[in-house]
């Protein structure tokens, strides 16, 4: 039996990871001196409040070779083998732990990089989980299949405040205070596993115009492999206007657009009033 193993980067909670089967290694979190398992002691909705409250940024810990060796000493005692999926390895030690760890395991434990982070990684998780249920590849292949696949995941994000990049000293204040008075909603995206700044637009309308034609210009959805919409924050209003805002785009094509509350680890840096979309571009 092929098991699957996640970090809650991919911002699956306790719950849901029950239901889809697989098996939830959360990251830690402090805000000060109190310390949560994202997704886990700390709910998507919880986190969001204690962010807007505090005045100080959280932080957030790499899962450990220690955490992932027990986890896959349980996970393989009944001769199972385990795939491991990661936050990408230039935004975490995470996989590199998971890796140290995997090596113990003779050939029964595999790590795969998902080189993305939050809906993108969760996209990935998804196909996993797909060819995994269809039992017609080994776990080998499947990591190879996954590996191939994962340059074709798009993760495109609108934020609403610049305000958590300046806190997390990703941008300068000055470039945050004339952002915010010119009301510029920055369009960021994972390119090779790191998060860069791709557009910016003035206003929310604009924003997800932008956001909309960054997608067209991937290629657009593969709408036969897993897409995600992701929203941040204690209300899903700006999810709700984007989808309205972008009605073209998937018109025709599906009747269902999945969508997920974002969690703390890209949660931290976004704030609330994000939009993020991840697909397999075609």
């Not at 009944?78 to 890796?99: F, H, Q, R, W």
């Amino acid at each position: 039996m092929i098991k699957l193993l996640v970090d809650s980067s991919s911002d699956i909670e306790s719950a849901e990871a029950e239901e889809l089967g697989v098996t939830l290694l959360p990251m830690q979190i402090r805000f000060g001196t109190e310390e949560y398992l994202d997704g886990v002691t700390l709910s998507h909705e919880a986190f969001f409040e204690k962010l807007i409250e505090s005045t100080q940024l959280p932080q957030t810990c790499q899962i450990n070779e220690f955490r992932f060796e027990e986890v896959f000493q349980k996970l393989t005692e009944n001769g199972d083998e385990v795939i491991a999926v990661t936050l990408s390895s230039k935004l975490s030690g995470t996989y590199a732990c998971a890796v140290k760890a995997a090596k113990k395991f003779s050939g029964k434990v595999f790590v795969v990089d998902s080189l993305n982070a939050c809906v993108g990684e969760r996209v990935l998780i998804f196909y996993a989980l797909r060819l995994v249920k269809e039992g017609k590849l080994s776990a080998q292949e499947i990591v190879k299949e996954l590996e191939l696949k994962r340059s074709k995941i798009q993760l495109l994000a609108l934020l609403d405040t610049l305000k958590y990049l300046r806190k997390g000293g990703r941008i300068s204040s000055v470039t945050a205070f004339a952002g915010e008075m010119l009301s510029i909603k920055p369009v960021v995206s994972v390119v090779k596993g790191e998060v860069k700044v791709v557009g910016k637009a003035i206003g929310s309308k604009k924003g997800n115009n932008l956001l909309n034609q960054l997608v067209n210009k991937c290629g657009g959805i593969d709408f036969d492999m897993p897409y995600v919409l992701g929203y941040s924050g204690l209300s899903d209003a700006f999810l709700q206007k984007y989808l309205k805002d972008s009605e073209e785009l998937y018109k025709g094509q599906t009747d269902h657009i999945p969508a997920y509350l974002i969690g703390s680890t890209i949660g931290t840096h976004v704030g609330p009033g994000a939009i993020a979309v991840a697909f397999f571009a075609k």
